[in-house]
């Protein structure tokens, strides 16, 4: 079993940059598989990125493709969400996520999940 907690969201400008840290518990952190979720007000929770187990391999979400981020540190037990030129489109909740599987996108496909920071992009 793992526990996720998410931090370094905020209230940024368009154009701005935020990196997100989801700090994972547990000693079997390299056997997991992250991703990163959002969920804006009045909208379905939605995929942005993956990283795999090993980090070699990432997955993004084609609207933010390009602008984020993903990667992992398992000396620290750590995963990051890096957004560059962020959009007030890019208003969400940000979840962290992880299964003990290969990455995915489908969000019923992951069995941890962290409690949400809040980012918020004025324009």
């Known amino acids: 079993q793992v526990q996720l907690v998410e931090s370094g969201g905020g209230l940024v400008q368009a154009g701005d940059s935020l990196r997100l840290s989801c700090a994972a518990s547990?000693?079997?952190?390299?056997?997991?598989?992250f991703g990163w979720f959002r969920q804006a007000p009045g909208k379905e929770r939605e995929f942005v990125a993956a990283v795999s187990r090993s980090g070699v391999t990432q997955y993004y979400a084609d609207s933010v493709e390009g602008r984020f981020t993903t990667s992992r540190d398992d000396a620290k037990n750590t995963v990051y969400l890096q957004m560059n030129s962020l959009k007030p489109d890019d208003t969400a909740v940000y979840y962290c996520a992880a299964r003990i599987a290969r990455y995915s996108s489908l969000s019923v496909q992951y069995e941890y999940w962290g409690q949400g920071t809040q980012v918020t992009v004025s324009s």
């Open positions: 547990g000693r079997t952190f390299s056997t997991y598989a």
